[in-house]
Each structure stands twice: as structure tokens, then as C-alpha cells.
């Protein structure tokens, strides 16, 4: 007669609820989650009411393309260049508008570049604008 035992035990752990254990936990954090809104400086962009028209003459338009050319009214020019030409036209007429138009992938330090050499001249009346998009190729 064998009266030893034998117990075959299992050590089982049922895992058929931890997937909606799981979900729960993830919709608990969700809904107990607080999110900040950022606080930064209050700022208040300007909003043009209407444009203004100006006569051409008070304009001197800057052209910079992709590639980094620089165009001021129709002539290609250096960095270089650009006080001696900004600062005759300065002296001819004091209330001169700087307008730059440059392509929408133009390097900011070309851009960069030319504000310092208007700065040499004290050009300080400057307009921005990008919606001149040129195309791969196209010269002013």
C-alpha cells in the first residue's frame, strides 16, 4: 500500500481581468489629470485696419531670394554694398520706407546681415513681407 501523497499543485495566477484592471487605471489618470494652461506675457498682436497706400518713390524694396541674392529696386548688390546705396537714397529723401521681400526659405542671417548694414545708416523705417515666393531658378 502507498499512502504517500502526491499533490500536483499549479501555481496559477488568473489574468483574464488585468486587461480591464488596466483600462481603468488608464481612464482614472485621465480624467484625475489637471493640465495648466501657460501663463506667459500677455501680448496683443497689432491687426491692420486697413492698408495704406504710399507713394512709390518714398519705397525702396530689398529682395532677397532663396538662395541669399540680394536685389535692392532691381539691382543685384552685396551686403557690403547696401549702406553707400540705403545711405544716398537716405539723403535724398529722409522719409525713405525700407520694404524687404524675401522668399519664405530664405536663411534669417542674410536677413540678419542686411538689418545691420541699414542699421549703419540709420535706416529705421523698415517693412517686412513674405509672400514672394520664387521659384527654383527665377532671378529678380
Known sequence: ???????????????????????LLLIFFMVTTIFREETGLPVELPRAEAG?????EL???IY?????QISIDDRLVQTKHIPDIIGTKISDN???????????????????DVME???EVNAVRVFFN??????????F
Open 64 to 68: 532677397i531670394n532663396r538662395v541669399g
Open 1 to 23: 500500500m502507498d499512502l504517500g501523497r502526491t499533490t500536483n499543485k499549479s501555481t496559477f495566477i488568473p489574468t483574464s481581468s488585468m486587461g480591464d484592471i488596466a483600462f
Open 117 to 119: 548694414e541699414l542699421k
Open 52 to 56: 495704406e497706400e504710399v507713394n512709390r
Open 130 to 139: 513674405n509672400d514672394i515666393e520664387s521659384m527654383p531658378g527665377q532671378k
Open 59 to 61: 519705397v525702396s524694396n
Open 94 to 112: 529722409p522719409q525713405l520706407i525700407v520694404a524687404f521681400k524675401t522668399d519664405t526659405y530664405t536663411d534669417y542671417g542674410v536677413v540678419s
